[in-house]
């Protein structure tokens, strides 16, 4: 796949969620140009000098969400982010993240500013939070593709979770559809079953090498059948 047809298949899995009242917003993905391949990822945001919050803490989960630099959030406010990098008609790398919502609400949202209010209250003050929203502490999931730096501590297709620099070796790369159905089908179980539909959403396979380290001892894996 390219990354026009990649870009094409994440628009059209998140309106078939969209349509299902599974979502509570979502992007459009974009194609970039950069030096040697095609990115489509979330709406770009143009970098500043501040240091960028830590892996996993709320300050993350806000800035993501004050900048609109996700694919989707799901209707209990989860974050989807889904990147690929194309060379071609070949995948070369991709990133997909699922941070279940780090806070549950005690008050209805109905927009982006009273998500944001919430999480800002807690960083500011969970006092004051106290009634309104809570912190439930989820840690992200995010599966790597990265063919370029694969060695023997950096599997082909990882894991990051609970630490930036953890790495769970992982069986291969997915497809958006395929992510998306095993966040679902994982974390959402009363979803699967009462809509079928999100089984039938078209997977397509992403080619790549074999793996050329066996993971490391000692370490968890993540495979499927």
């Known amino acids: 796949m390219n990354a026009k047809q990649i870009a094409r298949v994440i628009a059209t899995t998140c309106q078939a969620l969209n349509s299902l009242d599974l979502l509570f917003t979502y992007n459009n993905p974009c194609v970039v140009s950069l030096e040697g391949c095609d990115r489509v990822s ?3 945001k143009i970098p500043d000098s501040t240091k960028a919050p830590s892996f996993g803490t709320l300050e993350q989960y806000l800035e993501w969400v004050r900048n609109g630099e996700f694919t989707c959030l799901l209707f209990d406010y989860s974050l989807i982010r889904a990147s690929y990098e194309c060379v071609g008609n070949t995948v070369v ?3 997909l993240l699922y941070w279940p919502c780090p806070v549950g ?6 927009c982006l500013r009273d998500l944001r209010e919430g999480i800002e209250m807690c960083i500011d003050s969970p006092r004051q939070a106290h009634g309104v929203v809570s912190l439930t502490m989820r840690t992200p999931m995010r599966f790597d593709f990265d063919p370029d730096r694969e060695s023997d501590d950096h599997p082909l297709v ?7 620099d953890t790495r769970m070796s992982v069986q291969r790369a997915m497809d958006f559809p395929s992510f998306i159905k095993k966040v679902i089908r994982t974390f959402y179980r009363n979803k699967w079953a009462s809509h079928p539909e999100i089984g039938c959403l078209h997977e397509q396979s992403i080619d790549h090498k074999e793996i050329q380290f066996d993971p490391p001892q000692h370490v968890f894996q993540v495979s499927w059948g």
Do not use: C, I, K, M
């Open 158 to 164: 990882h894991l990051h979770t609970q630490f930036d």
């Open 93 to 95: 790398g991709h990133n």
């Open 105 to 110: 609400f005690l008050v209805e949202v109905s």
């Open 42 to 44: 979330w709406p770009a």
